[in-house]
């Protein structure tokens, strides 16, 4: 039993589960591939776009298999499914450098965490024998969004999926760790934000927009050190988007809530 209800009911929501999938994992890998091509303005912001949409995914991903519980191990999940993200990307990209195949490494960095998150799954039902039907389906959803989101901001700081590249502006850098902490509360914060009796799917995904486009306005000042107008561009469509997407979720919550009231400030002394 979930804190809203049945885990079947609180999964249940008004945008296709499948859709949001098709759009994480083709969205994310398109924008991530079509930011090469674009040069450096116009690049670094369709690679964030691809992240922002791998972390929305995410979000609905963590949404339905939390709901099983009292959301007690959104983090848990969101911190391992974030390492294996940072772990599938670099190895992905190593990979791909390796085989001196660069076009290689997005996909199959997204492939080693699916492969990853597989295992993850079935050692958390086999062994340790946790009892949610969905843990291997939204395992595997999670760490490949994780991975998406990791490679998107990376390839925006960076300008490039290439290895080298990567390794100079965001590993070399630390950046990674930030991107790390970064997209896991970007994809674990916004069901935690709007647990409860009256969690709502709409509302949740778009609190998952903002904090996406919150990440891609960090991530543009991130990629100051790489140079050139990319990281303004980046910085100034996650600010946007970030508005637009906060004041909706913002709307949303007060639409759904049973009264809105300013209660004023606490007295300066005790009544």
């Known amino acids: 039993m979930s804190a809203g209800g049945s885990a079947d009911g609180a999964a249940a929501g008004a945008v296709s589960s499948t859709h949001l999938l098709i759009l994480g994992i083709v969205g994310g890998l398109l924008c991530i591939y079509l930011s090469g091509f674009l040069g450096d ?5 369709i690679a964030g776009i691809g992240a922002v949409l791998a972390i929305v995914w995410g979000a609905d991903a963590i949404r339905r298999v939390a709901s099983y519980g009292l959301g007690t191990g959104v983090p848990s999940i969101g911190y391992m499914s974030l390492s294996v993200g940072v772990i599938s990307a670099l190895a992905g990209l190593s990979l ?17 965490a699916v492969i990853i998150g597989a295992i993850i799954a079935i050692v958390a039902t086999k062994i340790v024998g946790m009892k949610i039907p969905i843990m291997l389906q939204c395992t595997i959803e ?10 998107g901001f990376a390839v925006a700081i960076a300008g490039s999926y290439d290895m080298m590249a990567i390794y100079e502006h965001v590993v070399a850098t630390g950046f990674i760790a930030v991107l790390f902490i970064m997209c896991t509360m970007a994809i674990q914060h916004p069901f935690n934000a709007c647990l409860g009796p009256n969690e709502d799917q709409v509302r949740t995904l778009k609190c998952a927009a903002s904090t996406a486009f919150l990440s891609m306005t960090i991530t543009g000042l991130m990629s100051v050190t ?10 100034i469509v ?18 759904d809530a049973a009264s809105t009231k300013w209660a004023g400030l606490w007295p300066k002394v005790d009544q």
């Open 41 to 45: 303005v116009i690049g670094p912001v």
């Open 238 to 255: 996650g600010l946007i988007g970030w508005v637009v997407s906060f004041r909706a979720f913002v709307l949303a919550s007060c639409n």
């Open 96 to 112: 791909a450098t390796i085989l001196k195949i660069g076009l290689l490494g997005p996909i199959a960095g997204f492939v080693i």
């Open 142 to 151: 999670i760490a490949g969004a994780a991975t998406l989101s990791i490679l």
């Open 226 to 235: 790489t140079g050139g107008l990319g990281w303004f561009v980046v910085f």
